[in-house]
């Protein structure tokens, strides 16, 4: 699946809603690499895995899995001489348990859940590790009771530690004259008593450090040195065989490593598929039909990432018809609802539950391709028409039967009538290439296209015209509308503007309407076989006169004709006293010259200025010596 498409269709935000669901990292990091496949048996098999999941989580809110917290680390160190500290192993306890705990909670699910539970099989217990850990840690510290020598040597370290505060007691009761506070304190591992400075030479003892203020001495009474020296002893003896016990831990871990190994891949397998269950109830997921072809028949649809404010969409595709063309006015959800199809389709490829009604068929595709939003780039110094044109291009070859092509807004941004005729022509090369095929369009002439061709249907997203807002709601079977006119008149525009705007734009489609002639792709029988391709006439080009005034459609402003078409389809327009050279078919009727002048008016009037009438009209009558009449550049001849 490209990775144009997972951006445009925001796949990558419905991953990290669900990596947000699982605890460990790994799992987490697996929802975000989540990409759509193409084998139906693992499709149906992810699906599966995920109903079951949820069905477990209606039942139970606690389900055992770990968050793995350095268990990977630990297992990957565990043989290559690295020496693990309790706490690691207090970790690697906890895991154990929870495998445990896993592996009995699935196992008492097989009924609910056959298939996951039956990969709790798979897990070891590790039953004499587990014991021995429990046994050495505690409280993520090796317990007295993990051997006999460290309980012996601990307990010597707590007599010797007694006797030690005992001592230093009396002789701070004795020497309190000297002291900063009645506190005793361990300063580099050596206990000692807070000495004023001015008396440190007073005092029987060794300094072992000083306040940051130099005001207080940390000195070690000399009375207590030999017992001292006995702790440090002991503190030794107790390090060592606290690393001899770790060691025969790191040991029993290293024998299991193949087996925790196991164990992680699966805790983590469970820690993702719960992750899309509880992902599922987020949304109001469920699990839907699965083919390898057919089409789509999606009801009762949201975009999951709209919750359940969004109207459902239910539409086919595939079935009679292998292209929807969708019509209606800006802001009414034609974008939403194409991305939803998209996104919905990528998620059930994935293996996830869609919001949707469980009876909804979607078959699978091995390329979803879309050409979404607006992809100006000012680096690249190309506009809106043309970065379209390059996502058309790519798209184009890419198309073939087993693709979804999304398009939006097909042909906009250039000239109307060049861009209608390319958005037939793209949508007729990717009807032959077998994709399915969803596009919107602001051309009224779409429609007609739609309603002819072999293979396409009209939509719209329909539209309440009182309240002036979009309802969101598909409706296939017929073309939508752009409803500006009816907007402008609820917004308050003045009736006669709004009346001379429709005797424009309906006399203007009258004179330049279009028989648009389907093109039909051989052996294909996806399609309405009840429509037929219709024919009609072949275009004709608008017969332009002299004084005739156009519309010009890339400059947005009119000009009137100075000459006639030559050969090439050419004329020469007035444009805001400027003279230019525009093929025909760029331009609109707009007014014709006999509305605009009076019978028999001279045109000369308009296109020539009145310094070269004047000349014209003396030099008619008579020679007269020393007067010419000279042309700018583009006046005249």
């Known amino acids: 699946m490209n990775k144009t498409a997972i951006e445009n269709l925001e796949f990558h935000k419905v991953l990290e809603l669900l990596s947000s669901f699982a605890m460990s990292e790994e799992a987490k990091q697996r929802a975000l690499e989540l990409r759509p496949i193409y084998e139906e048996g693992t499709i149906k098999r992810w699906l599966n895995e995920t109903t079951e999941a949820s069905k477990i989580i209606e039942k139970s809110s606690s389900i055992p899995v770990h968050s793995l917290h350095g268990v990977e680390q630990i297992v990957a160190l565990v043989d290559k001489g690295y020496l693990l500290t309790a706490e690691q192993f207090g970790f690697l306890g906890s895991f154990l348990d929870a495998v445990k705990k896993i592996k009995r909670f699935m196992l008492k699910q097989e009924y609910h859940a056959p298939t996951i539970s039956s990969y709790a099989y798979s897990l070891f217990e590790l039953s004499e590790l587990a014991d021995e850990i429990a046994r050495c840690i505690r409280n993520n510290k090796v317990d007295d009771y993990a051997s006999r020598a460290l309980m012996k040597t601990r307990n010597k370290i707590v007599t010797i530690e007694e006797k030690l505060k005992t001592k230093l007691a009396q002789i701070m009761k004795s020497a309190s004259p000297y002291m900063q506070d009645q506190v005793i304190s361990v300063r580099n591992g050596r206990y000692v008593v807070p000495i004023k400075n001015e008396y440190k030479r007073k005092f029987a003892g060794v300094i072992i450090d000083q306040s940051s203020s130099g005001q207080t001495v940390y000195m070690e ?93 239910t539409m086919t595709l595939g079935k009679e018809y292998q292209a929807l063309v969708i019509t209606g006015p800006n802001t009414g959800g034609k974008t939403v609802m194409m991305k939803t199809v998209g996104l919905l389709a990528m998620m059930v490829q994935s293996g996830l539950h869609i919001p949707a009604n469980p009876s909804s068929h979607f078959c699978i595709v091995k390329n979803i391709l879309v050409d979404i939003g607006d992809h100006q780039s000012i680096e690249q110094s190309l506009s809106t028409f043309s970065s379209h044109i390059q996502q058309v291009k790519e798209i184009l070859k890419m198309a073939r039967k087993d693709t979804l092509v999304i ?29 399915l095929l969803i596009a919107t369009t602001h051309y009224s002439e779409m429609k007609d296209f739609a309603e002819k061709a072999e293979g396409f249907e009209n939509g719209s997203m329909d539209f309440d015209i009182e309240t002036l807002q979009p309802l969101y709601k598909l409706t296939i079977g017929k073309g939508g509308e752009s409803q500006a006119f009816s907007i402008a008149q609820r917004l308050g525009l003045p009736m006669e503007i709004i009346e001379r705007a429709k005797e424009i734009s309906f006399s203007q489609h009258r004179e330049e309407k279009t028989s648009i002639i389907p093109k039909t792709r051989a052996n294909v029988k996806v ?43 050419e004329m020469e327009l007035l444009v805001k006293n400027k003279q230019i050279t525009i093929n025909q078919k760029r331009v609109k009727p707009f007014i014709d010259a006999k509305e605009l002048y009076p019978e028999n008016y001279d045109l000369d009037q308009v296109f020539e200025k009145k310094e070269i009438r004047k000349k014209k009209k003396l030099m008619s009558r008579k020679y007269v010596e020393d007067i010419s009449i000279q042309y700018e550049d583009g006046e005249g001849e």
């Open 407 to 435: 398009l939006d807004e097909v042909g906009s941004g250039t000239d109307p009538r060049e861009g209608m005729g390319l958005a037939i022509s793209i949508l007729e090369a990717i009807y032959q290439s077998g994709a």
């Open 527 to 569: 399609g309405n076989e009840k429509k037929q391709v219709k024919k009609s006439e072949n275009n004709r080009l608008s017969q332009y006169k002299i004084g005739d005034a156009v519309w010009i459609p890339h400059l947005q402003t009119k000009g009137i004709i100075k000459t006639e078409v030559n050969s090439r389809g």
């Open 221 to 313: 009474p000399n009375d207590i040195q030999k017992l001292q020296d006995e702790l440090t002893f002991l503190k030794v003896e107790e390090e060592l065989e606290i690393q001899k016990i770790l060691g025969q831990l790191a040991e029993m871990t290293e024998q299991h490593k193949q087996e925790l190994l196991i164990n992680i891949e699966g805790m983590i397998a469970y820690d993702f598929i719960f992750a899309k269950a509880k992902f599922s109830k987020s949304i109001g997921g469920n699990e839907v039909q699965v083919h390898q072809d057919g089409g789509y028949d999606i009801r009762q649809a949201r975009h999951p990432l709209l919750g359940a404010e969004a109207v459902p969409l």
